[in-house]
Antibody
Framework: EVQLVESGGGLVQPGGSLRLSCAASGFTFSSYWMHWVRQAPGKGLVWVSRINSDGSSTSYADSVKGRFTISRDNAKNTLYLQMNSLRAEDTAVYYC??????????WGQGTLVTVSS | NFMLTQPHSVSESPGKTVTISCTRSSGSIASNYVQWYQQRPGSSPTTVIYEDNQRPSGVPDRFSGSIDSSSNSASLTISGLKTEDEADYYCQSYDSSNQVFGGGTKLTVL
Protein backbone atom coordinates (compact mmCIF):
# COMPACT_ATOMS: atom_id res chain seq x y z
CA GLU A 1 0.00 0.00 0.00
CA VAL A 2 1.32 3.42 -0.99
CA GLN A 3 1.86 5.69 2.00
CA LEU A 4 2.99 9.31 2.00
CA VAL A 5 3.40 10.91 5.41
CA GLU A 6 4.17 14.62 5.64
CA SER A 7 5.72 16.29 8.65
CA GLY A 8 7.41 19.53 9.64
CA GLY A 9 4.49 21.92 9.54
CA GLY A 10 3.74 24.40 12.28
CA LEU A 11 3.51 28.05 13.23
CA VAL A 12 6.22 30.35 11.93
CA GLN A 13 6.62 34.11 11.87
CA PRO A 14 6.64 36.07 8.61
CA GLY A 15 10.12 35.95 7.11
CA GLY A 16 10.90 32.68 8.82
CA SER A 17 11.78 29.25 7.46
CA LEU A 18 10.45 25.69 7.68
CA ARG A 19 11.45 22.40 6.12
CA LEU A 20 8.72 19.94 5.27
CA SER A 21 9.38 16.23 4.85
CA CYS A 22 7.37 13.50 3.16
CA ALA A 23 8.23 9.90 4.01
CA ALA A 24 7.24 7.45 1.28
CA SER A 25 6.62 3.71 1.49
CA GLY A 26 4.85 0.95 -0.40
CA PHE A 27 6.26 1.79 -3.82
CA THR A 28 9.58 2.31 -5.59
CA PHE A 29 10.11 5.93 -4.57
CA SER A 30 13.12 6.44 -6.83
CA SER A 31 11.06 5.73 -9.94
CA TYR A 32 8.48 8.47 -9.59
CA TRP A 33 8.11 12.20 -9.89
CA MET A 34 7.10 13.89 -6.66
CA HIS A 35 5.11 17.06 -6.12
CA TRP A 36 4.08 19.51 -3.42
CA VAL A 37 0.55 20.91 -3.64
CA ARG A 38 -0.96 23.31 -1.12
CA GLN A 39 -4.45 24.32 -0.05
CA ALA A 40 -5.14 27.49 1.89
CA PRO A 41 -7.93 27.23 4.47
CA GLY A 42 -11.27 26.96 2.68
CA LYS A 43 -9.65 27.39 -0.73
CA GLY A 44 -8.71 25.22 -3.69
CA LEU A 45 -5.65 23.20 -4.63
CA VAL A 46 -2.53 24.97 -5.90
CA TRP A 47 0.53 23.24 -7.32
CA VAL A 48 3.76 24.37 -5.66
CA SER A 49 6.70 22.37 -6.98
CA ARG A 50 7.83 19.12 -8.57
CA ILE A 51 10.98 17.05 -8.86
CA ASN A 52 11.82 14.22 -11.20
CA SER A 53 12.74 10.72 -10.12
CA ASP A 54 16.50 11.24 -9.73
CA GLY A 55 16.32 14.83 -8.52
CA SER A 56 17.99 16.34 -11.56
CA SER A 57 15.00 18.41 -12.67
CA THR A 58 12.84 20.72 -10.56
CA SER A 59 10.22 23.35 -11.22
CA TYR A 60 8.23 25.83 -9.14
CA ALA A 61 5.11 27.95 -9.20
CA ASP A 62 5.89 31.62 -9.75
CA SER A 63 4.55 32.44 -6.28
CA VAL A 64 7.29 30.45 -4.54
CA LYS A 65 10.17 30.65 -7.01
CA GLY A 66 13.36 31.81 -5.32
CA ARG A 67 11.96 31.14 -1.83
CA PHE A 68 11.19 27.41 -1.82
CA THR A 69 13.48 24.51 -2.71
CA ILE A 70 12.34 20.97 -3.42
CA SER A 71 14.71 18.04 -2.98
CA ARG A 72 14.66 14.31 -2.40
CA ASP A 73 16.76 11.58 -0.85
CA ASN A 74 16.07 8.35 -2.69
CA ALA A 75 18.15 6.36 -0.21
CA LYS A 76 15.81 7.51 2.56
CA ASN A 77 12.61 7.47 0.46
CA THR A 78 11.98 11.03 1.54
CA LEU A 79 10.90 14.23 -0.22
CA TYR A 80 11.63 17.67 1.18
CA LEU A 81 10.45 21.24 0.77
CA GLN A 82 12.65 23.97 2.21
CA MET A 83 10.56 27.11 2.63
CA ASN A 84 12.30 30.43 3.28
CA SER A 85 11.07 34.04 3.51
CA LEU A 86 7.62 32.79 4.44
CA ARG A 87 4.64 35.08 3.98
CA ALA A 88 1.12 35.09 5.39
CA GLU A 89 -0.17 33.95 2.01
CA ASP A 90 1.90 30.76 2.30
CA THR A 91 -0.44 29.60 5.08
CA ALA A 92 -1.92 26.32 3.88
CA VAL A 93 -2.05 22.58 4.21
CA TYR A 94 0.86 21.20 2.21
CA TYR A 95 0.38 17.83 0.51
CA CYS A 96 3.04 15.71 -1.08
CA UNK A 97 1.94 13.63 -4.03
CA UNK A 98 3.57 10.93 -6.13
CA UNK A 99 3.01 10.20 -9.79
CA UNK A 100 4.17 11.38 -13.16
CA UNK A 101 5.44 14.70 -14.39
CA UNK A 102 1.94 16.07 -14.79
CA UNK A 103 -0.33 14.00 -12.58
CA UNK A 104 -0.64 13.09 -8.93
CA UNK A 105 -1.56 9.45 -8.40
CA UNK A 106 -1.25 9.26 -4.60
CA TRP A 107 -1.48 11.96 -1.94
CA GLY A 108 -0.37 12.27 1.65
CA GLN A 109 -2.58 13.46 4.49
CA GLY A 110 -1.03 16.93 4.51
CA THR A 111 0.77 19.11 7.05
CA LEU A 112 -0.46 22.55 8.10
CA VAL A 113 1.84 25.55 7.80
CA THR A 114 0.69 28.75 9.51
CA VAL A 115 2.60 31.97 8.91
CA SER A 116 1.61 34.55 11.49
CA SER A 117 3.11 36.90 14.03
CA ASN B 1 -0.41 31.06 -18.19
CA PHE B 2 -3.80 29.47 -18.72
CA MET B 3 -6.69 28.99 -16.31
CA LEU B 4 -9.19 26.19 -15.80
CA THR B 5 -12.71 27.37 -14.94
CA GLN B 6 -15.21 25.15 -13.14
CA PRO B 7 -18.70 25.89 -11.80
CA HIS B 8 -18.60 26.67 -8.08
CA SER B 9 -21.27 24.16 -7.23
CA VAL B 10 -23.67 21.61 -8.65
CA SER B 11 -26.37 19.56 -7.01
CA GLU B 12 -28.37 16.54 -8.02
CA SER B 13 -30.44 13.76 -6.50
CA PRO B 14 -29.26 10.25 -5.71
CA GLY B 15 -29.43 7.93 -8.68
CA LYS B 16 -29.21 10.76 -11.20
CA THR B 17 -26.34 11.81 -13.46
CA VAL B 18 -24.29 14.98 -13.08
CA THR B 19 -21.64 16.52 -15.33
CA ILE B 20 -18.96 18.96 -14.13
CA SER B 21 -17.26 21.11 -16.75
CA CYS B 22 -13.71 22.47 -16.85
CA THR B 23 -12.93 25.10 -19.48
CA ARG B 24 -9.37 25.98 -20.51
CA SER B 25 -8.80 29.70 -21.06
CA SER B 26 -6.02 29.50 -23.64
CA GLY B 27 -4.28 26.74 -25.50
CA SER B 28 -6.03 23.61 -26.67
CA ILE B 29 -7.68 21.36 -24.10
CA ALA B 30 -6.56 18.43 -26.25
CA SER B 31 -2.89 19.40 -26.09
CA ASN B 32 -2.32 18.22 -22.54
CA TYR B 33 -4.04 15.55 -20.48
CA VAL B 34 -6.70 16.47 -17.94
CA GLN B 35 -7.01 14.83 -14.55
CA TRP B 36 -9.87 14.95 -12.03
CA TYR B 37 -9.50 14.70 -8.24
CA GLN B 38 -12.14 14.11 -5.58
CA GLN B 39 -11.74 15.65 -2.13
CA ARG B 40 -14.21 14.66 0.54
CA PRO B 41 -14.57 16.98 3.56
CA GLY B 42 -11.59 16.70 5.87
CA SER B 43 -9.71 14.32 3.56
CA SER B 44 -6.88 14.43 1.07
CA PRO B 45 -7.62 14.46 -2.65
CA THR B 46 -7.81 11.20 -4.58
CA THR B 47 -7.63 10.64 -8.33
CA VAL B 48 -10.87 9.67 -10.06
CA ILE B 49 -9.83 10.27 -13.69
CA TYR B 50 -6.40 10.64 -15.28
CA GLU B 51 -5.26 11.28 -18.84
CA ASP B 52 -8.66 12.63 -19.90
CA ASN B 53 -10.69 9.45 -19.49
CA GLN B 54 -8.76 6.77 -17.62
CA ARG B 55 -10.00 5.42 -14.28
CA PRO B 56 -7.55 4.26 -11.62
CA SER B 57 -8.20 0.81 -10.25
CA GLY B 58 -10.83 0.94 -7.55
CA VAL B 59 -12.74 3.89 -9.03
CA PRO B 60 -16.21 2.74 -10.09
CA ASP B 61 -17.21 2.97 -13.73
CA ARG B 62 -19.91 5.45 -12.70
CA PHE B 63 -17.12 8.01 -13.11
CA SER B 64 -16.11 8.98 -16.64
CA GLY B 65 -14.10 11.76 -18.25
CA SER B 66 -14.11 13.35 -21.67
CA ILE B 67 -12.80 16.35 -23.56
CA ASP B 68 -14.54 18.55 -26.15
CA SER B 69 -12.28 20.53 -28.43
CA SER B 70 -15.17 22.63 -29.77
CA SER B 71 -15.77 24.15 -26.34
CA ASN B 72 -12.16 23.73 -25.22
CA SER B 73 -13.37 21.98 -22.13
CA ALA B 74 -13.16 18.74 -20.20
CA SER B 75 -16.01 17.08 -18.35
CA LEU B 76 -16.40 14.72 -15.44
CA THR B 77 -19.64 12.72 -15.50
CA ILE B 78 -20.89 10.78 -12.50
CA SER B 79 -23.85 8.50 -13.06
CA GLY B 80 -26.02 6.70 -10.51
CA LEU B 81 -25.15 9.32 -7.91
CA LYS B 82 -24.62 8.15 -4.36
CA THR B 83 -24.49 10.24 -1.20
CA GLU B 84 -20.84 9.22 -0.83
CA ASP B 85 -20.05 11.12 -4.05
CA GLU B 86 -20.70 14.40 -2.24
CA ALA B 87 -17.31 16.13 -2.36
CA ASP B 88 -15.24 18.83 -4.03
CA TYR B 89 -13.97 17.95 -7.50
CA TYR B 90 -10.93 19.56 -9.12
CA CYS B 91 -9.77 19.36 -12.71
CA GLN B 92 -6.05 19.72 -13.41
CA SER B 93 -3.89 20.10 -16.49
CA TYR B 94 -0.52 21.53 -17.47
CA ASP B 95 1.66 23.05 -20.15
CA SER B 96 5.42 23.20 -20.61
CA SER B 97 5.95 25.39 -17.57
CA ASN B 98 2.87 25.21 -15.36
CA GLN B 99 0.61 22.78 -13.58
CA VAL B 100 -2.86 24.24 -13.12
CA PHE B 101 -5.88 23.27 -11.05
CA GLY B 102 -9.40 24.47 -11.61
CA GLY B 103 -11.04 26.30 -8.73
CA GLY B 104 -13.05 23.26 -7.69
CA THR B 105 -16.72 22.31 -7.84
CA LYS B 106 -18.73 21.40 -4.77
CA LEU B 107 -21.06 18.51 -5.58
CA THR B 108 -24.09 18.18 -3.32
CA VAL B 109 -26.12 14.99 -3.52
CA LEU B 110 -29.52 15.61 -1.99
Amino acid sequence: EVQLVESGGGLVQPGGSLRLSCAASGFTFSSYWMHWVRQAPGKGLVWVSRINSDGSSTSYADSVKGRFTISRDNAKNTLYLQMNSLRAEDTAVYYCASGGSYLYAHWGQGTLVTVSS
Amino acid sequence: NFMLTQPHSVSESPGKTVTISCTRSSGSIASNYVQWYQQRPGSSPTTVIYEDNQRPSGVPDRFSGSIDSSSNSASLTISGLKTEDEADYYCQSYDSSNQVFGGGTKLTVL
